[in-house]
């Protein structure tokens, strides 16, 4: 059953944290995609990555990492940095990146609240 | 920055009545595509239409794709309860490696 997993599905976090979302594709794509989505708006682009070991910065990529070490896996770590962290965000992975050329798959989100 | 722009930003209708919403946006591009996204939940790709592409249909989606204005439209026919959602336009830009997704249009289908 391919697809594309985010754990938790909800999380909470005191301010000056750290806290780490998962992202799972078994899907074989080379592309990866953290977005941040706020409410009643759209979707804006935190990090992308086109293949392992190497991710590139989205339109706000401050306050937040990444890491790929395994195609299947794209963790986001918002950091103590990030000043409005509470958002829903959401994991895509595509077949590859070309020139944003295909179809993104969608995991089922994770909400982030900061008590 | 949003290049997409949908309109309207919410549309009510009635179940049964079509539902059209319009997507402008600015520079050149390989292809437009709309997802859907239901309260809560991840977007669901709908359709992708390529630059060179006037027209794609599939099942009761119909998306037309004026690459002079800028501007692409989704229309539903026959729309249901179900199809109450939030609809996303999204852009390959030329030469770059992303989608770059709009404010949405929110669709309420009235019973």
């Known amino acids: 059953d391919g697809g594309i997993t985010q754990s938790p599905k909800y999380l909470f976090r005191k301010e000056g944290q750290n806290v780490t979302l998962s992202c799972e594709q078994n899907?074989?794509?080379?592309?990866m995609y953290w977005y941040r989505q706020d409410p009643g708006q759209g979707l804006r682009l935190i990090y992308y990555s086109q293949i392992v070991n190497d991710f590139q910065k989205g339109d706000i990529a401050e306050g937040y990492s990444v890491s790929r070490e395994k195609k299947e896996s794209f963790p986001l770590t918002v950091t103590s940095a990030q000043k409005n962290p509470t958002a829903f965000y959401l994991c895509?992975?595509?077949?590859?990146?070309?020139?944003?050329?295909?179809?993104?798959?969608f995991g089922p989100g994770t909400r982030l609240t900061v008590l | 920055s949003q290049q997409g722009e949908e309109d309207p930003q919410a549309l009510s209708i009635q179940e049964g009545e079509n539902a059209t919403m319009n997507c402008s946006y600015k520079t050149s591009i390989n292809n437009l595509q709309w997802y859907r996204q239901n309260s809560g939940r991840g977007l669901v790709h709908l359709i992708l239409i390529r630059s060179n592409e006037r027209e794609k249909h599939s099942g009761r989606l119909r998306v037309t794709l004026d690459t002079s204005k800028k501007s692409s439209s989704l229309l539903i026919t026959a729309s249901r309860a179900a199809d109450t959602a939030s609809y996303f336009c999204?852009?390959?830009?030329?030469?770059?490696?992303?989608?770059?997704f709009g404010q949405g249009t929110r669709l309420t289908i009235n019973p």
């Open positions: 999204a852009t390959g830009i030329q030469g770059a490696q992303k989608l770059v």
């Open positions: 899907l074989n794509h080379d592309a």
């Open positions: 895509a992975s595509s077949i590859n990146g070309l020139a944003g050329n295909n179809e993104q798959f």
